[in-house]
């Protein structure tokens, strides 16, 4: 991944200011920046609303706009009253509109620490020790794979060792699930007989199960 001066950066939330019709994206269609590809260019991941992934595209910075949640300035929770005096709507309004911000900052932390316990769940279960190991058995066999792919096997096994040295929160599950389907895939081609070339579908989706990220055999395996 390029450390180049960006306009986007990773994870950020944008939408296509333009349609692409040959991909079936339509503007205003929202993705996840996934990977920065080069200066002014990135990989944006588009997944419906059950995180199903429909479409992975390349595109330059200038055809995507950065989603924002949250205003520039935090605004008033004040209402000025009306009058002189007690005013008793005046002071209803205010205290009201103070109960809903802080409703509303209850619900946002509760919903955040449901988010992180749901992270947490995905992947407490993985034992980095044995997807390690299950990574060296990878590499033993990709040993043995014609010369023309083993470089490229190579490199996906790399990306996903390094990712999963990396703490839960800072690994890309898209990049992830990107390499271990590459991997399955290579097992499903490759037409020259190799020992453990089963072994060595079973490892990926093994890591796969271990990290929560759901991978299907290419059909016709």
């Not at 209402?79 to 109960?99: H, R």
């Not at 900052?105 to 988010?115: F, I």
Request: proline share 5%; charged share 25%.
């Amino acid at each position: 991944m390029l450390a180049t001066p960006n306009k986007f950066n990773l994870l950020d939330i944008v939408a296509l200011k333009t349609p692409l019709s040959e991909h079936n994206l339509l503007a205003g269609q929202v993705g996840t920046i996934v990977e920065i590809l080069a200066p002014e260019v990135y990989e944006v991941e588009f997944s419906d609303d059950d995180g199903q992934t429909y479409a992975m595209q390349a595109l330059p910075a200038h055809q995507l706009l950065k989603l924002h949640y949250k205003p520039l300035k935090t605004m008033s929770n004040t209402i000025n009253q009306f009058g002189k005096g007690d005013n008793v709507a005046g002071d209803k309004i205010q205290n009201d509109f103070k109960g809903a911000n802080i409703a509303n900052l209850a619900n946002e932390v509760k919903d955040n620490a449901r988010q992180q316990a749901s992270n947490f769940n995905q992947t407490s279960g993985a034992n980095i020790s044995e997807i390690l190991q299950l990574i060296g058995n990878l590499r033993q066999t990709a040993a043995q794979f014609p010369p023309d792919i083993r470089d490229d096997i190579t490199i996906d096994i790399d990306d996903v060792e390094v990712e999963i040295q990396k703490p839960e929160k800072e690994r890309n599950l898209p990049k992830l699930k990107k390499r271990l389907l590459a991997l399955l895939t290579a097992a499903s081609v490759i037409a020259a007989p190799i020992a453990g070339m089963t072994d060595f579908a079973n490892n990926v989706l093994e890591i796969g199960n271990k990290l929560n990220i759901e991978l299907k055999l290419p059909s016709g395996k």
